[in-house]
């Protein structure tokens, strides 16, 4: 069965750095596409970033030139790169893929915060 694990996420200061990691199993990971989403409390999950097969990226604006997304398809991981954080930056951080039906993480939590 399909299964995500994220890990990697803390408590960070603003400015600071993080590195969330995927690690998926179940499907071919190589052919599908990751997408990492995020959700703050009391607001809807929003898209971070999706890294396609090809290992073409594209981000929301929000985080686009802070965020980088990497795939590792020999270890069958997705990386989330989060640089110069901000404290809106503050969220529970989700992997995700689309087969057949949608399948998520448990998540990790992300606080930036001084």
């Known amino acids: 069965q399909v299964q995500l694990v994220e890990s990697g996420g803390g408590l960070v200061r603003p400015g600071g750095s993080l590195r969330l990691s995927c690690a998926a199993s179940g499907f071919t990971f190589g052919r599908a596409d990751m997408r990492w989403y995020r959700q703050a409390p009391g607001k809807q999950r929003e898209l971070v970033g999706i890294?396609?097969?090809?290992?073409?990226?594209n981000y929301a604006d929000s985080v686009r030139d802070r965020f980088t997304i990497s795939r590792d398809n020999a270890k069958n991981t997705v990386y989330l790169q989060m640089n110069s954080l901000k404290p809106e930056d503050t969220a529970v951080y989700y992997c995700?893929?689309?087969?057949?039906?949608?399948?998520w993480g448990q998540g990790t939590q992300v606080t930036v915060s001084s």
């Open positions: 995700n893929v689309f087969i057949q039906i949608n399948y």
């Open positions: 890294t396609l097969t090809d290992g073409s990226t």
